[in-house]
């Protein structure tokens, strides 16, 4: 999400104006009181990368939105996912499940090209994993967030 969400301006310690680069999309958002001494304590190498800038990672290690009471609709709807794939138009069109290898498609071209290219690749290394998703697809016009 943190290439999805972009904070255009913070109105005060706790009430910013985001915009979603995919949709364009502008909104105010606050930090949840209960979360807000958490949001002060960012620190980046907590958070995997291209995380939303509202992600925090608590004491016991776990992810938290510090806006989830005022987080927009496209925030509802999103799951995390490792990686998505967004095609010509900026429409998401594919997705690997956070943690996982799986693949979740309903275009038939997409899914041939992975079934192809990329799900018989045996690569141990998931940073190169990863690394080989994305350049397959890009090579194919397809946009990737991970």
């Given at each position: 999400?943190?290439?999805?969400?972009?904070?255009?301006?913070?109105?005060?310690?706790?009430?910013f104006r985001i915009k979603f680069t995919v949709t364009g999309e502008e909104r105010v958002v606050s930090v949840d009181p209960d979360k807000r001494a958490l949001?002060?304590?960012?620190?980046d190498?907590?958070?995997?990368?291209?995380?939303?800038?509202?992600l925090r990672q608590t004491s016991n290690k776990k992810y938290v939105c510090?806006?989830?009471t005022s987080r927009p609709e496209l925030c509802c709807r999103y799951s995390c996912y490792r990686i998505l794939v967004l095609d010509s138009q900026e429409?998401?069109?594919?997705?690997?499940?956070?943690a996982?290898?799986?693949?979740?498609?309903?275009?038939?071209?997409?899914?041939?090209?992975?079934?192809?290219?990329?799900?018989?690749v045996k690569i141990l290394d998931e940073k190169c994993w990863e690394e080989h998703v994305e350049?397959?697809?890009?090579?194919?016009?397809y946009r990737v967030i991970r």
């Amino acid at each position: 999400m943190g290439e999805i969400i972009e904070i255009l301006e913070e109105l005060d310690p706790f009430f910013f104006r985001i915009k979603f680069t995919v949709t364009g999309e502008e909104r105010v958002v606050s930090v949840d009181p209960d979360k807000r001494a958490l949001f002060h304590l960012h620190d980046d190498k907590t958070l995997p990368p291209m995380a939303c800038p509202f992600l925090r990672q608590t004491s016991n290690k776990k992810y938290v939105c510090a806006v989830h009471t005022s987080r927009p609709e496209l925030c509802c709807r999103y799951s995390c996912y490792r990686i998505l794939v967004l095609d010509s138009q900026e429409r998401t069109v594919g997705r690997v499940t956070d943690a996982t290898r799986y693949f979740i498609t309903g275009d038939a071209d997409l899914r041939r090209l992975w079934n192809r290219e990329i799900a018989c690749v045996k690569i141990l290394d998931e940073k190169c994993w990863e690394e080989h998703v994305e350049q397959t697809l890009i090579r194919s016009g397809y946009r990737v967030i991970r």
